[in-house]
């Protein structure tokens, strides 16, 4: 292939270009970021250096709003490789340029640099000791305000209900496992832990509470507040319990730490059509090196029902152990295992923290995708939602949505339950 640009290639975003029955209009926002020779670089990632490129657009990736940290765009590339035409697509993780209140958020924030950090340098650190099952997707090429990794929707791979069975449940344990055993042997193998290794990486955003996040919180608090009162609870411990959320996202001073996703949301995992399911997770935006339970406890605590806790949790606990000893034995680590009572107890630590983060995100993450996508990508309604006052949108919504309505009313009440039974739980340590 010649290293300079054929007259055949064309950047068709600049025009128009029917493509699986989707019409990409003018002007895409994004068009400046991925010029040819960058999408002859991914596509390389994937073919041999014999590829003639025809054409590439991007596009929405879905009309609903399936992630809150970004533009999520479907990468399209029209090729011809060894004499056959051919298409490959691609997803495009972009900094949301398009709605510029929710891009600065973003960029200030120091969000999208953590999974930049992520999959540039703590991937290659995670994988070079560790043999077994994978547990993100490939990315094939890291900016400072993009990512393109391989479209995992072609693969079979899918987001599902927001609310998981055993099954879901059981994979996703898997993976999450297999991750967490990553992080125990690579750094059996390394000088420091991954937080003094990466700092950047691991420093906490969500959970701040300074400036633009800080109004983030107290609108999230505020809407809580206002819902218990429409359920007929008292609402009085929501806001001081609330900010009980950031002794959860710390490093442990006693248990093992492991590099964490930290934003387990129904959302972040996918699954392919095996039987059983094999899942993958996705969106490393918010990643930490907290202890073990941190993400068991959030998986749970974000994907799953009261009831199923209470029925089942402790074969799953026993299920993700299992699989982690089992990984590090099999990667024949040398270092010291994490105890069962070290993970039971964690779990207990993690619970207030986790129901927190449940409050703050439910209202946001189990609405209506298609209603989502108008909220946030409004510019006006992004900044009126996200850091003012969402209650009147969210108990709309819960008056209309009895599945929306049920998630949420469980969490504020099993929260103002824990709440009056502080002094009692244990601290996270």
Not at 274 to 299: E, I, N
Not at 413 to 428: C, D, G, T, W
């Amino acid at each position: 292939m010649s290293t300079t640009t054929d007259q055949r290639v064309q950047i068709v975003t600049n025009s128009k270009i029917e493509l699986e029955g989707t019409c990409v209009p003018d002007g895409n926002v994004f068009d400046r970021l991925l010029t040819v020779d960058v999408v002859k670089d991914i596509v390389h990632c994937v073919l041999d250096n014999n590829v003639e490129l025809i054409n590439y657009c991007l596009r929405p990736y879905s009309e609903g709003k399936i992630g809150f940290l970004g533009s999520h765009q479907r990468l399209c590339v029209t090729l011809r490789h060894k004499n056959r035409r051919k298409s490959l697509d691609f997803f495009a993780k972009i900094i949301p340029y398009d709605v510029p209140d929710q891009a600065d958020y973003i960029i200030t924030r120091g969000i999208f640099i953590k999974e930049v950090i992520f999959y540039k340098e703590i991937i290659p650190t995670l994988c070079k000791s560790y043999t077994g099952e994978r547990w993100c997707p490939n990315c094939y090429k890291v900016k400072d305000n993009y990512l393109i990794f391989e479209d995992l929707q072609r693969e079979g791979y899918s987001m599902r209900s927001k609310l998981f069975n055993g099954e879901l449940v059981t994979a996703a344990l898997t993976t999450i496992a297999q991750m967490h055993a990553a992080s125990l042997i690579a750094e059996n193998h390394l000088a420091k832990p991954f937080n003094k290794l990466y700092p950047r990486a691991f420093e906490e955003k969500a959970f701040n509470l300074i400036g633009k996040t800080g109004e983030w919180f107290n609108a999230g608090v505020n809407a809580a507040v206002e819902v218990a009162r429409y359920l007929g609870l008292d609402p009085s411990s929501i806001p001081s319990v609330s900010l009980k959320v950031q002794d959860a996202v710390k490093a442990s001073t006693k248990k093992s730490n492991v590099v964490s996703h930290g934003d387990l949301w129904a959302n972040n995992l996918m699954f392919n059509n095996d039987t059983p399911p094999k899942c993958l997770l996705v969106d490393f935006q918010l990643l930490r090196y907290c202890p073990l339970a941190h993400d068991v406890s959030q998986l749970l605590y974000l994907c799953t029902s009261r009831s199923f806790r209470r029925t089942q949790e402790e074969d799953m606990l026993k299920h993700y152990y299992a699989v982690l000893c089992e990984t590090l034995k099999a990667n024949r680590f040398s270092g010291r295992y994490p105890s069962w009572s070290e993970l039971v107890q964690g779990i207990e630590e993690q619970r207030l923290g986790s129901l927190i983060t449940a409050m703050l995100y439910f209202p946001t993450v189990l609405m209506d995708e298609n209603l989502g996508a108008k909220i946030m990508n409004d510019p006006t309604t992004y900044s009126e939602y996200v850091f003012r006052d969402r209650a009147n949108i969210v108990i709309t919504n819960m008056k209309q949505d009895p599945e929306y309505n049920n998630r949420i009313a469980e969490t504020i009440e099993e929260l103002i339950e824990l709440a009056s039974r502080l002094n009692e739980l244990p601290k996270p340590c």
